[in-house]
């Protein structure tokens, strides 16, 4: 159980156009998803928090305008890079935690990952 | 921003050798965890050790925490190839995860 997928795998896309890439959780329901960032060799950072059904909450130094994240359901959450330059170029990770947890709740499920080439 | 560091950053062993990464952190915390990534991939996670235990096992793995020194490591004992792999520690804050930077394992067959 517990399972996350993202689609697209990667994806490869020309300097100036948007992408999307979707989260979802297929068998359990996730009131909070969250994105994240990786570049080569480094570790994950955290780009927002997406709740459903309200707007997202993004950390420090991430540009709402550029990565819009929508979060219609309980199943789906999706984080659109916006007008894509190459230093998007990146390994896009989402998580997700169960609905219905406790306002502790500790243990998240990621996502296999998305890779973004922006040429 | 992250939470802390991991050392040593990249660690090579030969198969059936142990390998032990170390995690330290700077804030208060209710729990640390600790995940697996293998290459470009997403992350698994592997243990979840609270506040007030000291020593947590889960089959090869082995978690200590020192909370007056800020501090965790993970043990894998008899390692195989399959567990090369990069290891993150994570600590919670409000059901955000903060990882530390990794530890890069490679076990050699």
């Known amino acids: 159980g517990a399972v996350v997928s993202q689609h697209p795998s990667r994806v490869i896309c020309k300097s100036g156009t948007s992408v999307k890439i979707e989260c979802r959780s297929l068998?359990?329901?996730?009131?909070?998803m969250f994105w994240y960032r990786q570049f080569p060799k480094q570790s994950l950072m955290l780009m927002a928090t997406?709740?459903?059904?309200?707007?997202?909450?993004?950390e420090q130094g991430v540009e709402k305008d550029k990565f819009l994240i929508n979060h219609a359901s309980l199943t789906l959450s999706t984080l659109t890079v916006t007008s894509a330059h190459p230093e998007d170029s990146s390994f896009y990770i989402c998580?997700?935690?169960?609905?219905?947890?406790?306002?502790?709740?500790?243990?998240?499920?990621f996502g296999p990952g998305t890779r973004l080439l922006v040429l | 921003s992250q939470q802390g560091e991991e050392d040593p950053q990249a660690l090579s062993i030969q198969e059936g050798e142990n390998a032990t990464m170390n995690c330290s952190y700077k804030?208060?915390?209710?729990?640390l965890q600790w995940y697996r990534q293998n290459s470009g991939r997403g992350l698994v996670h592997l243990i979840l050790i609270r506040s007030n235990e000291r020593e947590k096992h889960s089959g090869r793995l082995r978690v200590t925490l020192d909370t007056s020194k800020k501090s965790s490591s993970l043990l894998i004992t008899a390692s195989r190839a399959a567990d090369t792999a990069s290891y993150f520690c994570a600590t919670g804050e409000r059901r955000k995860l903060i990882f530390g930077q990794g530890t890069e394992l490679s076990v050699k067959p």
């Open positions: 068998d359990f329901q996730a009131t909070t």
């Open positions: 998580s997700a935690d169960l609905a219905g947890g406790p306002s502790n709740q500790e243990t998240q499920y």
């Open positions: 997406s709740n459903e059904g309200s707007k997202a909450t993004y």
């Open positions: 804030t208060s915390i209710n729990n």
